[in-house]
C-alpha cells in the first residue's frame, strides 16, 4: 500500500473534536488519477470519508467494548461515490442530471450561473427575466449577454430563483459573505444543552452496526443531507425521511440518495399531519435538517426549540452559506457555491468557467455531517448532554481553497499548477515515489440492486471498517411511499 498523507483527516478529526490517537486506525489507498483537479478535491474527498468511517469504527468500539476497528479508505470508491449521482442507472437507464436552464450564462461582463431543475425555480428564474418558463436557451442567452452579472444574480434571488455571479477567490474574500465564512471554523459542534446520558445497548451482530436502533428525522433535500443520512441508514440507524407533499424530489435523485431509508410526507401546515410530526419528533434521536437557516424555525424546528422538546437530541444543520453573513438565508446548491467561491475560476480557463470532477461540495459536507453526528451521539451516550453540529458547503468551500489546503494536498504538490496530463491532479498521487495503482473506472465499486425503483446500478459506500457493513441493507422505495412511524 502507498503511503497518503493524513493530514486532512487529522484536520477534520480535529475539528470534530476526535482523539487524535485513532488517526493511526485510518489506512488509505491511493489511486492515480481520481477525481483530477487543479484543487486538491481528492484530498477532501478521503479526508471527509476517512473521518466519517473513523467516527462509525470509534462508535463501533464504544458499543462492542473492543478496539477501534480498522478503517480503509480506497479512493476509487470514494471518487465512485463521489460521483454516484452520475454512475446511477435505473432499469439501464441513465438519469437526468442538470435541466437546460441549469448552466453557466455569458453576461455583458462575465458569467454567471443559475440552477432551476425544480419547476419552481424554472419559474423564478424566468419571471425575474420577464420570460414565461417554456422559454428556450437561446433566448435566455441573448438577454443575459446583455446585462451584468452582478445585476443577474440580484434579480434572480429578489424572485425567488437561483443565480451565483462568477467570482474569482479574490472577488469572494472580499465579499461580505465571503469574509464571514472565512472567520468561521471547518464546522461547529457543540453541547447547546443538559440531556440524560444516553447508553446505547451493546452491539453483537453481523455486521457490526454503530448506529443500529436510533431513530434519525430526516428533513433534508437535493444531496448533502440525503447522502449524510444515506450513510447513517447504511450504519443501521432508522431512518425516516419527512418532505411537504407539494415539493417532491427529483426522482432521479431520490434513488440515488434513498439507499437504506424510508420517505413519507407530511404537511407541516395541517393540524393532523403536525400532530403526527410531533409524535414522531418525541421518538427521534436525532434530527437533521438542510433548509435555509431560520426556514424551520416557526414550526418549532429551531434548536433551541429541539432542544427544549427533545432534551439529548443531537441536532444537525446544514445550510449553503451558513449562518452568519449577508447570505446566510438564501438558498444554494455545490453548483452555484463552487462559482460564488472561486472554485469555476480556478478549475476552469481564460475562455469558460469549469467546475470540480464531482459535486464534491456536497457529497463531502454530507460524510462530515454525518461523522458529526456519530461523534455526538459516542459522546452523549458517556456524558448526557443535547448536541449541536452546523455544516455548510461554503466552509467546506473554503477548506478546499483556502490556507488549510496544504493539509488535503500530496507533500511536494503545486496547488497552482493545472491537474497533469495524465489526469492525475493533486491529492491524487502518492507522496513516497513509489508508483500508485491508477483509477481505470467505477467498475469495482458499483453494485446492482432490484428494489421498487426496478434494477438499479449504484455506487457502493466509500469506506469499509472491519466487521462493518459492506452494501446497504434495502434498496430506496418511492419518493413519499412510506408511512410517517418509526420501525
Given at each position: 500500500m502507498t503511503h497518503t498523507s493524513l493530514n486532512g483527516t487529522r484536520a477534520a478529526w480535529a475539528a470534530l473534536g476526535g482523539d487524535p490517537a485513532l488517526v493511526s486506525r485510518v489506512s488509505v489507498v491511493p489511486r492515480a488519477g481520481a477525481l483530477p483537479a487543479r484543487l486538491p478535491v481528492m484530498g477532501l474527498a478521503r479526508a471527509c470519508v476517512g473521518v466519517c468511517a473513523l467516527a462509525a469504527a470509534e462508535s463501533t468500539a464504544y458499543r462492542t467494548g473492543r478496539e477501534v476497528p480498522r478503517v480503509r479508505v480506497d479512493d476509487g470508491a470514494v471518487a465512485t461515490a463521489f460521483t454516484s449521482e452520475r454512475q446511477l442507472l435505473v432499469d439501464g437507464r441513465a438519469p437526468v442530471s442538470f435541466a437546460p436552464l441549469s448552466r453557466f450564462w455569458r453576461t455583458a461582463d462575465g458569467w454567471v450561473r443559475t440552477h432551476a431543475n425544480y419547476p419552481h425555480h424554472r419559474a423564478a428564474l424566468t419571471a425575474a427575466l420577464g420570460l414565461t418558463p417554456s422559454v428556450d436557451v437561446d433566448t435566455v442567452g441573448a438577454l443575459l449577454a446583455e446585462r451584468s452579472a452582478v445585476d443577474v444574480e440580484d434579480a434572480v434571488y429578489a424572485a425567488g430563483g437561483l443565480a451565483v455571479a462568477l467570482r474569482s477567490p479574490r472577488e469572494w474574500a472580499a465579499h461580505p459573505q465571503g469574509a464571514a465564512v472565512a472567520g468561521r471554523p471547518l464546522l461547529l459542534r457543540e453541547r447547546i444543552d443538559e440531556g440524560p446520558a444516553r447508553p446505547l445497548p451493546p452491539l453483537d451482530g453481523n455486521p457490526a452496526l454503530p448506529a443500529q436502533g436510533l431513530r434519525v428525522l430526516d428533513l433534508t433535500r437535493v444531496i448533502a443531507g440525503p447522502v449524510a443520512t444515506r450513510t447513517l441508514a447504511l450504519l443501521g440507524a432508522d431512518v425516516l425521511r419527512v418532505d411537504p407533499p407539494g415539493l417532491p424530489e427529483l426522482p432521479d435523485q431520490h434513488a440515488d440518495t434513498g439507499f437504506g431509508k424510508r420517505s413519507a410526507t407530511l404537511d407541516l401546515g395541517a393540524r393532523a399531519d403536525r400532530r403526527t410530526f410531533d409524535d414522531l419528533l418525541e421518538r427521534a434521536d436525532v434530527v437533521v435538517t438542510g433548509y435555509r437557516p431560520g426556514a424551520l424555525d416557526h414550526f418549532g424546528l429551531s434548536p433551541e426549540a429541539l432542544a427544549g422538546r427533545r432534551p439529548g437530541a443531537v441536532l444537525a444543520q446544514l445550510s449553503a452559506w451558513g449562518a452568519d453573513g449577508p447570505w446566510a438565508g438564501r438558498r444554494g446548491f455545490d453548483s452555484l457555491v463552487q462559482v460564488a467561491t472561486g472554485i469555476a475560476a480556478v478549475e476552469g480557463s481564460a475562455e469558460r468557467p469549469?467546475?470540480?470532477?464531482?459535486?464534491?461540495?456536497?457529497?463531502?459536507?454530507?460524510?462530515?455531517?454525518?461523522?458529526?453526528?456519530?461523534?455526538?451521539?459516542?459522546?452523549?451516550?458517556?456524558?448526557?448532554?443535547?448536541?449541536?453540529?452546523?455544516?455548510?458547503?461554503?466552509?467546506?468551500?473554503?477548506?478546499?481553497?483556502?490556507?488549510?489546503?496544504?493539509?488535503?494536498?500530496?507533500?511536494?504538490?503545486?496547488?497552482?499548477?493545472?491537474?497533469?496530463?495524465?489526469?492525475?491532479?493533486?491529492?491524487?498521487?502518492?507522496?513516497?515515489?513509489?508508483p500508485a495503482a491508477r483509477y481505470d473506472g467505477p467498475g469495482p465499486w458499483l453494485a446492482e440492486t432490484d428494489g421498487p425503483l426496478g434494477r438499479l446500478r449504484h455506487a457502493l459506500p466509500p469506506f469499509s471498517f472491519a466487521g462493518g457493513p459492506a452494501n446497504w441493507a434495502r434498496p430506496p422505495g418511492p419518493w413519499g411511499g412510506d408511512l410517517p412511524r418509526w420501525l
Amino acid at each position: 500500500m502507498t503511503h497518503t498523507s493524513l493530514n486532512g483527516t487529522r484536520a477534520a478529526w480535529a475539528a470534530l473534536g476526535g482523539d487524535p490517537a485513532l488517526v493511526s486506525r485510518v489506512s488509505v489507498v491511493p489511486r492515480a488519477g481520481a477525481l483530477p483537479a487543479r484543487l486538491p478535491v481528492m484530498g477532501l474527498a478521503r479526508a471527509c470519508v476517512g473521518v466519517c468511517a473513523l467516527a462509525a469504527a470509534e462508535s463501533t468500539a464504544y458499543r462492542t467494548g473492543r478496539e477501534v476497528p480498522r478503517v480503509r479508505v480506497d479512493d476509487g470508491a470514494v471518487a465512485t461515490a463521489f460521483t454516484s449521482e452520475r454512475q446511477l442507472l435505473v432499469d439501464g437507464r441513465a438519469p437526468v442530471s442538470f435541466a437546460p436552464l441549469s448552466r453557466f450564462w455569458r453576461t455583458a461582463d462575465g458569467w454567471v450561473r443559475t440552477h432551476a431543475n425544480y419547476p419552481h425555480h424554472r419559474a423564478a428564474l424566468t419571471a425575474a427575466l420577464g420570460l414565461t418558463p417554456s422559454v428556450d436557451v437561446d433566448t435566455v442567452g441573448a438577454l443575459l449577454a446583455e446585462r451584468s452579472a452582478v445585476d443577474v444574480e440580484d434579480a434572480v434571488y429578489a424572485a425567488g430563483g437561483l443565480a451565483v455571479a462568477l467570482r474569482s477567490p479574490r472577488e469572494w474574500a472580499a465579499h461580505p459573505q465571503g469574509a464571514a465564512v472565512a472567520g468561521r471554523p471547518l464546522l461547529l459542534r457543540e453541547r447547546i444543552d443538559e440531556g440524560p446520558a444516553r447508553p446505547l445497548p451493546p452491539l453483537d451482530g453481523n455486521p457490526a452496526l454503530p448506529a443500529q436502533g436510533l431513530r434519525v428525522l430526516d428533513l433534508t433535500r437535493v444531496i448533502a443531507g440525503p447522502v449524510a443520512t444515506r450513510t447513517l441508514a447504511l450504519l443501521g440507524a432508522d431512518v425516516l425521511r419527512v418532505d411537504p407533499p407539494g415539493l417532491p424530489e427529483l426522482p432521479d435523485q431520490h434513488a440515488d440518495t434513498g439507499f437504506g431509508k424510508r420517505s413519507a410526507t407530511l404537511d407541516l401546515g395541517a393540524r393532523a399531519d403536525r400532530r403526527t410530526f410531533d409524535d414522531l419528533l418525541e421518538r427521534a434521536d436525532v434530527v437533521v435538517t438542510g433548509y435555509r437557516p431560520g426556514a424551520l424555525d416557526h414550526f418549532g424546528l429551531s434548536p433551541e426549540a429541539l432542544a427544549g422538546r427533545r432534551p439529548g437530541a443531537v441536532l444537525a444543520q446544514l445550510s449553503a452559506w451558513g449562518a452568519d453573513g449577508p447570505w446566510a438565508g438564501r438558498r444554494g446548491f455545490d453548483s452555484l457555491v463552487q462559482v460564488a467561491t472561486g472554485i469555476a475560476a480556478v478549475e476552469g480557463s481564460a475562455e469558460r468557467p469549469g467546475a470540480l470532477p464531482a459535486q464534491a461540495l456536497d457529497h463531502g459536507t454530507g460524510h462530515l455531517l454525518a461523522a458529526a453526528v456519530l461523534r455526538s451521539l459516542t459522546e452523549r451516550s458517556l456524558t448526557g448532554g443535547t448536541y449541536l453540529a452546523r455544516l455548510a458547503l461554503a466552509h467546506t468551500a473554503a477548506w478546499l481553497t483556502g490556507p488549510a489546503a496544504e493539509d488535503l494536498a500530496e507533500p511536494g504538490e503545486d496547488l497552482a499548477e493545472p491537474a497533469e496530463a495524465d489526469g492525475c491532479g493533486p491529492g491524487g498521487g502518492p507522496s513516497d515515489g513509489r508508483p500508485a495503482a491508477r483509477y481505470d473506472g467505477p467498475g469495482p465499486w458499483l453494485a446492482e440492486t432490484d428494489g421498487p425503483l426496478g434494477r438499479l446500478r449504484h455506487a457502493l459506500p466509500p469506506f469499509s471498517f472491519a466487521g462493518g457493513p459492506a452494501n446497504w441493507a434495502r434498496p430506496p422505495g418511492p419518493w413519499g411511499g412510506d408511512l410517517p412511524r418509526w420501525l
